[in-house]
T-cell receptor, first 113, second 114 residues
């Protein structure tokens, strides 16, 4: 069945550096979403990508959807301490109800000042 | 507009007991999904309700059940609690028309089973 794999599991970043987290699926996705969960918090929706090759930016965050719609990436430039948290990618299974999301394991980001 | 409200925020139960968690979705959202989050298993889908009907169910035992009311509020019940049920239970609301399949999460209920 569809699996959503996310790497790396942990990311230690020096403040000001850039980093990228990757999400890969075994099957073609209708769309992919990214969520951020701060320590002690709950997942908060960041963005949704729908089109093949789509690129969206939110300030220092750049999201990409692969041409084959099987992978996605989140790139953060000039990391700040406010970027601390776990970033999840999530996708609905094509064969399932839209309300069921399959989440990746998440990338836990720690920022060193 | 108020966000997703989950009650209670914290619960402590003992093995064998049962528990009911509540979720009030964002006004206008007809779908409520429930997830279990643990450090070892991550975010696992429990079930989804839309217009009072369960549309999808994850791979959890029958001890986990839920329902949705006509006002879209949802409850989740876990019977015969086990130590492994200790987790953060998250509710997410959405709507096929209003939000497509973007989900908005509540703050969660943290359940500890002793």
């Amino acid at each position: 069945g569809q699996q959503v794999m996310q790497i790396p599991q942990y990311q230690h970043v020096q403040e000001g550096e850039d980093f990228t987290t990757y999400c890969n699926s075994s099957t073609t996705l209708s769309n992919i979403q990214w969520y951020k969960q701060r320590p002690g918090g709950h997942p908060v929706f960041l963005i949704q990508l729908v089109k093949s090759g789509e690129v969206k930016k939110q300030k220092r965050l750049t999201f990409q959807f692969g041409e084959a719609k099987k992978n996605s990436s989140l790139h953060i430039t000039a990391t700040q301490t406010t970027d601390v948290g776990t970033y999840f990618c999530a996708a609905p299974k094509l064969t399932d109800s839209w309300g069921k999301l399959q989440f990746g394991a998440g990338t836990q980001v720690v920022v060193t000042p | 507009k108020a966000g997703v409200t989950q009650t209670p925020r914290y619960l402590i139960k003992t093995r064998g007991q049962q528990v009911t968690l509540s979720c009030s979705p964002i006004s206008g959202h007809r779908s409520v999904s429930w997830y279990q989050q643990t450090p070892g298993q991550g975010l696992q889908f429990l079930f989804e309700y839309f217009s009072e009907t369960q549309r999808n169910k994850g791979n959890f035992p029958g001890r986990f059940s839920g329902r949705q009311f006509s006002n879209s509020r949802s409850e989740m019940n876990v019977s015969t609690l086990e130590l492994g049920d200790s987790a953060l239970y998250l509710c997410a609301s959405g709507d096929p028309v209003v939000t497509k399949n973007i989900q908005y999460f509540g703050a969660g209920t943290r359940l500890s089973v002793l």
